[in-house]
């Protein structure tokens, strides 16, 4: 059974830190990407940061210079260091793992059930 258990969500101030942590278990296929996104009230899911296999990461916009992702591939954890947080960053925080495996080459997409981070002003 796939788990993703994500930890480190909660309350700080703004202009704290916060780091976000990953561990996946129970995934068969190969990990390709593992990444963080996040849904805030009323609005759609978005990526906040993803990294590859290969340690080549990519970040949203608004956190770019904030927000650090590390993964650690032999324990398949995957971690984000949140910095300089501002309010806008309230949010759920979601873990996601990309596996490709299969005589196919299948493409799966596991989840997690989220973390919430709040910035208060």
């Known amino acids: 059974q796939v788990q993703l258990v994500e930890s480190g969500g909660g309350l700080v101030q703004a202009g704290g830190s916060l780091r976000l942590s990953c561990a996946a278990s129970?995934?068969?296929?190969?990990?390709?990407?593992m990444g963080w996104y996040r849904q805030a009230p009323g609005k759609e899911r978005e990526l906040v940061a993803r990294i590859d296999n290969g340690g080549s990461t990519n970040y949203a916009d608004s956190v770019k210079g904030r927000f650090t992702i590390s993964r650690d591939n032999a324990k398949k954890t995957v971690s984000l260091q949140m910095n300089s947080l501002k309010p806008e960053d309230t949010a759920v925080y979601y873990c996601?793992?990309?596996?490709?495996?299969?005589?196919?080459?299948?493409?799966?997409?596991?989840w997690g059930k989220g973390t919430l981070v709040t910035v208060s002003s």
């Open positions: 129970g995934i068969t296929f190969s990990i390709n990407e």
């Open positions: 996601n793992v990309n596996a490709v495996g299969g005589s196919y080459f299948v493409s799966m997409d596991y």
